[in-house]
């Protein structure tokens, strides 16, 4: 049963371009959850989506940032015009069910570069 | 909002021995989960252990536990018999258990860990 799937697993963008990352949950989970972690810091919290819905989006930033999980295909993170701020390692993480009960699985993360 | 407190920005182990990395949080919720990650140069995240906190037994996972203080609000983390592997960040991690409450993982700013051989 493969894990998560995040890809790519590197990405260089120059500053103001977009930049897609792709989330593919574990087979059988609905729930999507996508974290950034900044250098030397902990995860924090972004988004989080099921099939066709954006749930909790607290943790996104107003602008540039949007976030989806098609009924169809994995789930994108999508930054436009990339500052160099938004270098970053970004993790998706995804559940059967959104109950707290049930831990959340860690692709291996996209490392963003912004030259 | 709930936080959590890793003090120990980095920790450092003889091969075979025990080290406790330590973690505290805040909430004014009864019930939740608590939860340690590994982190190795790879970048995963990798799940060591989980709590409950209506839970009074401490976890356990082979050479991992943990000291779960409820009333302290204390989460640390017991690695025995240290090996070269466990070389890692070590993230604390808080998730409320009210349904629908966000869902989302509250992590520890991380402990780095070093085992000398």
Known sequence: ???????????????????????????????????????????????YLQKENIIDESGMP?????????????????????VRGDSAAYFCASSPMGHPNQPQHFGDGTRLSIL | ??????????MSVQEAETVTLSCTYDTSESDY??????????R???????????????ATENRFSVNFQKAAK????????????????YFCAYRSAVNNAGNMLTFGGGTRLMVKP
């Open chain 2, 44 to 58: 995963q995240m990798i799940l060591v252990i989980r709590q409950e906190a209506y839970k009074q037994q401490n």
């Open chain 1, 62 to 82: 107003k602008e540039r940032f949007s976030a989806e999980f098609p009924k169809e295909g994995p789930s994108i993170l999508r930054i436009q015009q990339v």
């Open chain 1, 1 to 47: 049963n493969a894990g998560v799937m995040q890809n790519p697993r590197h990405l260089v963008r120059r500053r103001g371009q977009e930049a897609r990352l792709r989330c593919s949950p574990m087979k059988g989970h609905s729930h999507v959850y996508w974290y950034r972690q900044l250098p030397e810091e902990g995860l924090k919290f972004m988004v």
């Open chain 2, 74 to 89: 204390s989460f640390s983390l017991k690695i025995s018999d240290s090996q070269l592997g466990d070389a890692a960040m």
């Open chain 2, 33 to 42: 989960y608590l939860f340690w990650y590994k982190q190795p140069p790879s």
């Open chain 2, 1 to 10: 909002a709930q936080t959590v407190t890793q003090s120990q920005p980095e």
